[in-house]
């Protein structure tokens, strides 16, 4: 029986997770994207969802609980502050995406990214090529 036991071991120790959560957590928001296993990626989730709340605060207790989530992690911590959230998204900041397995293994492989990202960017490219067809109308 289960009893209400929370996350996953992912055969590590304690602190040794804590470290990797730590860790996976600095590098995502660095680079805004990060490939990983399917069961590290749903791991590390909640924990960049809570990033995110924090970063969409923006106050200055919100940082200090960012870098010590983040490790003190200057680097991590600027960037993830910098990044522009929807007003309107209160949670569901992440997606995750199946890759195919890893070939060595066969573990089940995972690409975790913004989710609104990609909205930004097609909203963009749907501006500008609104433009370009506009320019080309009136020529």
């Given at each position: ?69 983040l490790?003190?992690?200057?680097k ?41 990202e990609?909205v ?9 090529t609104?433009q ?8």
């Amino acid at each position: 029986m289960r009893k209400k036991v929370f996350g996953r071991k992912l055969g590590r120790s304690k602190t040794t997770r804590e470290a990797l959560f730590r860790n996976m957590a600095a590098q995502f928001v660095g680079q805004g994207s990060m490939s990983t296993t399917y069961a590290k990626a749903k791991s590390i989730q909640p924990m960049i969802e809570t990033l995110a709340g924090l970063a969409k605060e923006g106050s200055v207790t919100s940082k200090r609980k960012a870098s010590a989530l983040l490790g003190n992690s200057r680097k991590a911590s600027n960037a993830l502050f910098a990044t522009v959230f929807p007003e309107s998204k209160k949670s569901g900041f992440t997606r995750i995406l199946s890759m195919v397995s890893r070939k060595g293994d066969a573990s089940k492989m995972a690409r975790i990214e913004w989710s609104f990202e990609k909205v930004a960017q097609a909203e963009a490219e749907k501006s500008s090529t609104k433009q370009v067809s506009s320019k080309v109308k009136k020529a």
